[in-house]
């Protein structure tokens, strides 16, 4: 069993940063790869970036490519979403995700664990 949970959502103005933050609790979290999705109001959840456990491998949405990075502290069983370059786009609620072996790293359904999300909004 894996709980997570979210921080670090708020107000931003366009080209400014935030960081997310996903606090892991579970013993089986050590070997969970880490994802962050989105879901903006009136649109389908979207895969945003994720960190592979086995290689340490990372994957992102073309959308956000060069702009977020997401990385993991093991000793604080954290997950960070450094978020760069904000438009007004990324609005949405950010939630983070654990599961174990996906195939892919972006489909919603290789995730086990959700957090409750946290919510960012970009203004123009």
């Known amino acids: 069993q894996v709980q997570l949970v979210e921080s670090g959502g708020g107000l931003v103005q366009a080209g400014g940063s935030l960081r997310l933050s996903c606090a892991a609790s579970g013993r089986t979290f050590s070997s969970a790869s880490m994802a962050w999705f989105r879901q903006a109001p009136g649109k389908e959840r979207e895969f945003v970036a994720a960190r592979s456990w086995s290689t340490g491998g990372t994957y992102y949405a073309d959308s956000v490519k060069g702009r977020f990075t997401i990385s993991r502290d093991n000793a604080k069983n954290t997950v960070y979403l450094q978020m760069n370059s904000l438009k007004p786009e990324d609005t949405a609620v950010y939630y983070c995700?654990?599961?174990?072996?996906?195939?892919?790293?972006?489909?919603?359904?290789?995730?086990?664990?959700w957090g409750q999300g946290t919510q960012v909004t970009v203004s123009s």
């Open positions: 995700a654990a599961g174990y072996y996906p195939a892919t790293y972006t489909r919603q359904a290789e995730y086990t664990y």
